[in-house]
């Protein structure tokens, strides 16, 4: 994975305005997740986030328990960020959308949009996520139920 | 692993006041091991205790990362318990002493005692680990490098 | 909380086979719950429990976040522990059932059982629960409404 | 914060080929914070880097548990990203390098470094913080202490 790669990046504002929803996730904010200053620690946001593209998988009919158990291929992460606009604490209930998607030969960007109850954006984020096989850790192509799945939800 | 086998459980109290350290480790309550309420979240404790005993396996030269790898033998958890004398908070620093150490044939309990920088015990603790066979999953004899050292430091 | 009081404890094998179910929970095994040895990390399952618990507190009429927003009452941990039948894995589904209660005037145990889709049990866990004033720190009896619901699902 | 308001944001190369430290953490990666895949969660890293930034806040002679006791100011997240260069599994030894700090009026942007022990390069990220007062939650300055010593270090 030569960190020169070019490699798609949503802009924070692109991913805040959007509307879209690929994929979308309920989760509320758990007692054990909020830190010593009383909010959401932020690394547990990409939890949540992981949540998200855990159930994308599953609707694109490759869950991920079953994806590790075939050993066929892996999507490591090669990069994630997120910018927050807002603290969450306990007991708050939002909704985790995948917005955007980037489709790329062997890599995919997503994009996701954190939504309160009250419809405002607490945070946004994004992960990209680098396909190779398992057997020798070289890059191959993004499994087509996949494609097929983010097209055909970005349109 | 039949539930019904007989298992060795120390006293609470036998804990708290128990003096001797087969192995100590510092520790800083984190950050992120804080939950809503204000205090370390209870779980977060067992992770502490963990910390301990990787030290004792290293200690007795069979650190974790190696005896997985070697997938010979491993020593899932049967039982855990935690007794809480007071609440832990962000920036408490403590020490966890391996206290105590019962050794039957296939199976282990290490007893714990969680101690504050003024000499108070904050909790205790304890963990009965069961030998295996990584291959066929039935019990062995517990590692004699680990019977050894216990052994000796409990004399 | 002098550590010396009685304190009502169920045993594992009342737990195991117990059939009741005061409240129950569904839990996905998560991804990042699993450790480097492949199966749950052992101390991760009390954060399952302990979203059953806050179910029960829901279902009660005093949400969490509401009783930590009222600073009115509260009630840490005393003691807490647990016994493993078989490992857990990512994507395995269970029900965290909270099987069985035991009220006392300041004090609750709650019983769990955590059974798997064949309908096995895969673990047991207990949390004693002492109720305090936020205020003094004091032992305060048990809410009304924890006691009537827990009194009421027991018969 | 307007999610507007300019930021400043390394280059994942000018990380990955920073050599200067301002701080500097050494972490064994946990048992725990692996996930089912086999590797780090890759959550967990900002876990880690949070703890250099405690180590850089307590070498300015402002502990976090300190700063969160005085109720004066806090340094909530805008902004965090992080980019991973190969996989980091338990037992791995990591120094987290500060590498690179950026110091705007009332924001600080801190660089990472994560070099395992054949001195590659792991993992690169960045924090943005924003500085504000804990009463009316309104941007203040970066507090004096930390801007000198992220200045000294820095040449």
Chains 1, 2, 3, 4 share one sequence.
Request: hydrophobic fraction near 45%; proline fraction near 6%; aromatic fraction near 10%.
């Amino acid at each position: 994975m030569p960190s020169s790669a070019p490699m798609h990046r949503f802009e924070r504002q692109e991913l805040k305005e959007s509307h879209g929803s690929l994929f979308a996730d309920e989760v509320a904010i758990r007692f054990q997740d909020v830190d010593a200053a009383g909010s959401l620690f932020f690394a547990r946001l990409f939890d949540y986030l992981h949540g998200a593209y855990e159930g994308l998988l599953e609707s694109a009919g490759c869950p991920l328990p079953l994806v590790l158990a075939e050993k066929s291929w892996a999507a490591p992460l090669r990069h994630v960020e997120a910018d927050y606009f807002g603290p969450l604490t306990f007991g708050d209930r939002v909704v985790v959308h995948i917005a955007l998607a980037h489709v790329e030969e062997t890599e995919i960007t997503l994009g996701y949009r954190v939504v309160k109850e009250d419809e405002s954006v607490a945070a946004v984020g994004q992960t990209v996520h680098t396909f190779i096989d398992v057997g020798n850790r070289t890059r191959r192509p993004v499994p087509p139920e996949l494609t097929r799945l983010l097209t055909a939800l970005a349109n």
